[in-house]
């Protein structure tokens, strides 16, 4: 019954896309899913320079809003945003903490691939540096329990991950 109503949702969304009320989030949206097909052949001279001349120009704002409306978003193309945070030509072009940015997307969107936002959750805040807040930090323990409970993830992954974000919250400690 779960996969039917995906099903419905998903083709729902490609019939009759979303409209975000935020100028920039739309050209995020619509450019992802224009080159969805191809997303791991994106290079610097191509459509991952596009991409980071979209977020380039996003403020807090602009963040806020993205959060506000994740629901509204196609797993797949969150993953290929979260993926692209993992380039280092993304890294080198944008000035704030998209580790953090990824933490965020790895709590709020249930049907993201668990395998592989929480394979690379340490790569993106260990690239950014990112300064995540103990609130955030908590989330992050619940959410890798629960997808333990849930048998999403395997208790190596679960361990690695707590040991993980508990070094965070040592940090934040001293």
């Given at each position: 019954?779960?996969?039917?109503?995906?099903?419905?949702?998903?083709?729902?969304?490609?019939?009759?896309?979303?409209?975000?009320?935020?100028?920039?989030?739309?050209?995020?949206?619509?450019?992802?899913?224009?080159?969805?097909?191809?997303?791991?052949?994106?290079?610097?001279?191509?459509?991952?320079?596009?991409?980071?001349?979209?977020?380039?120009?996003?403020?807090g704002?602009d963040?806020?809003?993205?959060?506000?409306?994740?629901?509204?978003?196609?797993?797949?193309?969150?993953?290929?945003?979260?993926?692209?945070?993992?380039?280092?030509h993304?890294?080198?072009?944008?000035?704030?903490?998209?580790?953090?940015?990824?933490?965020?997307?790895?709590?709020?969107?249930?049907?993201?691939?668990?395998?592989?936002?929480?394979?690379?959750?340490?790569?993106?805040?260990?690239?950014?540096?990112?300064?995540?807040?103990?609130?955030?930090?908590?989330?992050?323990?619940?959410?890798?329990?629960?997808?333990?409970?849930?048998?999403?993830?395997?208790?190596?992954?679960?361990?690695?991950?707590?040991?993980?974000?508990?070094?965070?919250?040592?940090?934040?400690?001293?």
């Amino acid at each position: 019954m779960m996969n039917i109503h995906l099903l419905k949702k998903t083709f729902y969304k490609t019939l009759f896309p979303p409209r975000f009320g935020n100028k920039k989030i739309q050209d995020l949206y619509n450019f992802v899913s224009q080159n969805d097909s191809d997303a791991e052949y994106w290079t610097i001279d191509g459509q991952l320079q596009e991409f980071i001349e979209i977020i380039k120009s996003f403020d807090g704002a602009d963040i806020q809003y993205f959060f506000e409306r994740i629901g509204l978003w196609n797993s797949y193309y969150l993953v290929i945003i979260s993926d692209k945070f993992l380039d280092s030509h993304v890294k080198a072009n944008i000035r704030y903490d998209l580790g953090n940015i990824y933490a965020k997307i790895f709590l709020l969107y249930e049907d993201s691939d668990p395998y592989f936002l929480i394979d690379n959750l340490e790569i993106a805040v260990t690239m950014y540096d990112s300064k995540i807040d103990i609130a955030t930090l908590i989330d992050l323990i619940s959410k890798i329990e629960l997808l333990h409970h849930k048998k999403l993830i395997t208790r190596q992954q679960r361990n690695h991950n707590i040991q993980f974000i508990n070094s965070l919250t040592d940090e934040l400690s001293n």
